[in-house]
């Protein structure tokens, strides 16, 4: 690994949670369990003294682009009712997290000011440096863009030394693992080759942005008890995605 690409403990970070991180192995809904599993994690980078801002998912509520493609629903609209998924899942990490004595607020691109705060930048950052986790919901606000990306666009916003983007698989492979026996996982990899290889670390557009603005990304497994401590902490987990 170059100087460049050194682990280190980061002071303020971003983690992307899928939708799925909220529900059981190929099930729907919000899953108790798994909720008190993510939230604990959370909590325990949170008591770290980073300043964590999390963007969340909303496939286990909805899938706007599975209903879109049915041909019943507008694109646009599908992506709004997928954005209101992602609402429902901060909000029940919100209430888990309270429940643990961690102090966080949520902050939604969409106006839902009767159970969160609107996303303003300024307000986002007081919030992180009195130590409070803050949970990003309901994308970009706009049709048309992922979560990927807004966890790009947020990180970028909230000046984050990395986005972290947590799965259910231990980093970037040079194949799908589960396809190719001989697909193995690469320790680093550059923006340009992951894009150039369309190795499926994000959406291009969310790529394109963290190579721009120099916002490494690592992917890694938060299946793994204690994962998300270790990464913020510095330890080489995963695959850190970088400039070079």
């Known amino acids: 690994m170059s100087p460049t690409t050194a682990r280190r403990p980061y002071k303020r970070v971003l983690l992307k949670l899928s939708g799925e991180s909220f529900c059981a192995a190929g099930g729907f809904g919000i ?17 770290l003294g980073v300043q964590l801002s999390v963007v969340v998912g909303g496939g286990n509520i909805i899938r706007g682009a599975e209903l879109a ?7 646009a609209t599908a992506d709004y009712m997928g954005m209101l998924g992602t609402v429902i899942n901060a909000l029940a990490l919100k209430e888990k997290l309270v429940s643990m004595d961690v102090e966080c607020r949520v902050l939604s691109a969409l106006e839902v000011r009767s159970v969160a705060e609107p996303f303003i930048r300024g307000r986002a950052l007081r919030h992180l440096e009195k130590g409070r986790v803050v949970i990003l919901a309901a994308g970009t606000g706009n049709p048309f ?14 000046e984050c030394e990395v986005l972290l983007k947590a799965t259910k698989v231990d980093g970037v492979y040079t194949a799908d693992p589960k396809r190719d ?26 790529l394109a942005m963290c190579q721009e603005r120099h916002i490494p990304v690592l992917v890694f497994d938060f299946k793994k008890s204690g994962n998300i401590s270790r990464v913020i902490q510095g330890e080489s987990i995963g695959t850190l995605v970088h400039n070079g």
């Open 31 to 47: 899953d108790p369990a798994e909720l008190g599993v993510i939230a604990g994690e959370v909590r325990d980078a949170a008591r």
């Open 69 to 75: 493609a049915s041909g019943h629903i507008h694109q």
């Open 145 to 158: 863009f992922t979560t990927d990306t807004c966890a790009a666009l947020r990180a970028t916003e909230l």
């Open 181 to 206: 026996p001989s697909a193995t996982r690469y320790e680093s990899v550059t923006f340009a080759e992951a894009i150039s290889k369309r190795l499926g670390v994000m959406d291009m557009t969310a």
